[in-house]
């Protein structure tokens, strides 16, 4: 089959021949959605060649399983949807995998915070930080008004609050804890490596 007949193909038609090994209809994949899998790791990730390597993973894995490859909306969806899911699964492991996180957190702040985080990354991390806070009781609430807006140490919170400094930590852990969680939902490892630089 020529290039043409084949880049002629519906997404359908496309992952027919997929599920038959054809090297033709992968390089076609590869050449349709590249930019936007790119694009898309590159707003998950915010570093080039990081998001260079997930979309080759990405790619791969698509190869890997096309036999079975049962794909319910479009074939577009579908490996943005794997590229969402290895991202995420890239920042779960940074809980477990030093070298990984310390290899990130550097190319990270070398190619992203050259000059600090800027404000739209600021901004998005206000709000994943409010959907977080919006999770907690009111005290846990109150607990980072004190500390993190207000700059109370954890022993002046507590005094104020009339409780001990153990029960305002306790509350901070879980405070930090919910943004992480809403931060890895939406597999925005950018950001999570942003969140270890703020609350180290």
Not at 62 to 81: H, M, P
Not at 176 to 181: E, G, I, N, P
Request: net charge neutral; proline share 2%; glycine share 4%.
């Amino acid at each position: 089959m020529t290039v043409q007949a084949i880049a002629n193909k519906t997404e359908g038609e496309l992952i027919e021949f997929l599920r038959t090994g054809d090297s033709q209809a992968m390089a076609e994949l590869y050449n349709r959605y590249y930019e936007p899998v790119y694009r898309y790791a590159l707003s998950l990730v915010k570093m080039k060649d990081v998001a260079e390597d997930i979309v080759h993973e990405v790619f791969l894995k698509v190869w890997e399983i096309r036999a079975q490859l049962n794909i319910q909306s479009s074939l577009k969806n579908y490996i943005l949807r794997t590229c969402h899911n290895y991202t995420v699964d890239m920042a779960r492991r940074l809980s477990t995998d030093r070298k990984l996180k310390e290899q990130l957190l550097y190319l990270y702040q070398e190619q992203v915070l050259e000059n600090g985080p800027g404000p739209k990354e600021l901004e998005r991390m206000e709000t994943l930080l409010h959907d977080a806070l919006e999770t907690l009781t009111p005290q846990q609430r109150k607990v980072y008004e004190l500390c993190k807006k207000q700059g109370l140490t954890y022993q002046q919170a507590a005094d104020q609050l009339g409780i001990s400094s153990h029960t305002v930590k306790e509350h901070m852990g879980n405070v930090l804890a919910a943004l992480r969680r809403n931060i890895l939902e939406r597999g925005e490892l950018g950001l999570l490596l942003l969140f270890y630089i703020l609350y180290p």
